[in-house]
């Protein structure tokens, strides 16, 4: 069954800094993998998806990297604003239908 | 484009009550699927279906029906409410079933 861990489960940062968040899974046989935002109170926004065969995808300010062999995604904020403040989660497609998200890390930005 | 909706925003009922969750999408999407999302567990399927007349289970179906008969709509009935199903409840679609979710706003169900 795969597993998919977040860790920090929450993370507390200046403006200004770049942000790097953490994802985990056990089985590395995934199709891709997602990165969703969620603010409080509201539903899930993809930010990026990355195929298997890819190594990292960007869009602005974000990149996320993904390696396989290892069971290991990395999301990259750069110079972080309050507007960043969210929960970020990730999720791996493992087969045709089930995607298997992590718990998420509450990413805080002070002014 | 609405997107994806949902509807109610909030719900709460008794033990043993049924009721029905709706969802819609306007993009003319495939696939679409139910998420409960509880603290401290990220979101699980619940079930899910890649067209209309299809539909199957997904991790935990327990307690919960579905029927797409239109590629619209996507309703979840609660057949007997327990307070194990308070949970908040989304919806999502996409073109097909690896392609990005597309999530709506949620219904947070409490059951008391």
């Known amino acids: 069954k795969q597993e998919v861990t977040q860790i920090p489960a929450a993370l507390s940062v200046p403006e200004g800094e770049n942000l790097v968040l953490n994802c985990s899974f056990t089985?590395?046989?995934?199709?891709?993998l997602q990165w969703f935002r969620q603010d409080p109170g509201k539903g899930l926004t993809s930010l990026l998806l990355i195929q298997s065969s890819q190594r990292e995808q960007t869009s602005g300010r974000l990149n996320a990297s993904l390696d396989k062999s290892s069971g290991r995604s990395t999301l990259y904020i750069a110079a972080s604003q309050p507007g960043d403040s969210a929960t970020y989660l990730c999720a791996v497609r493992e087969d045709d239908y089930k995607l298997s998200f992590g718990a998420g890390t509450t990413v805080t930005v002070r002014a | 484009n609405a997107g994806v909706t949902q509807t109610p925003k909030f719900q709460v009922l008794k033990t043993g009550q049924s009721m029905t969750l709706q969802c819609a999408q306007d993009m003319n999407h495939e696939y679409m699927s139910w998420y409960r999302q509880d603290p401290g567990m990220g979101l699980r399927l619940i079930h899910y279906?890649?067209?209309?007349?299809?539909?199957d289970q997904g991790e935990v179906p327990n307690g919960y029906n579905v029927s797409r008969s239109t590629t619209e709509d996507f309703p979840l009935r609660l057949l007997s409410a327990a307070p194990s199903q308070t949970s908040v409840y989304f919806c999502?679609?996409?073109?097909?079933?690896?392609?990005?979710?597309?999530f709506g706003p949620g219904t947070r169900l409490t059951v008391l």
């Open positions: 999502a679609s996409s073109p097909t079933v690896t392609d990005t979710q597309y």
């Open positions: 089985d590395s046989a995934i199709y891709n």
């Open positions: 279906s890649v067209g209309a007349g299809i539909t």
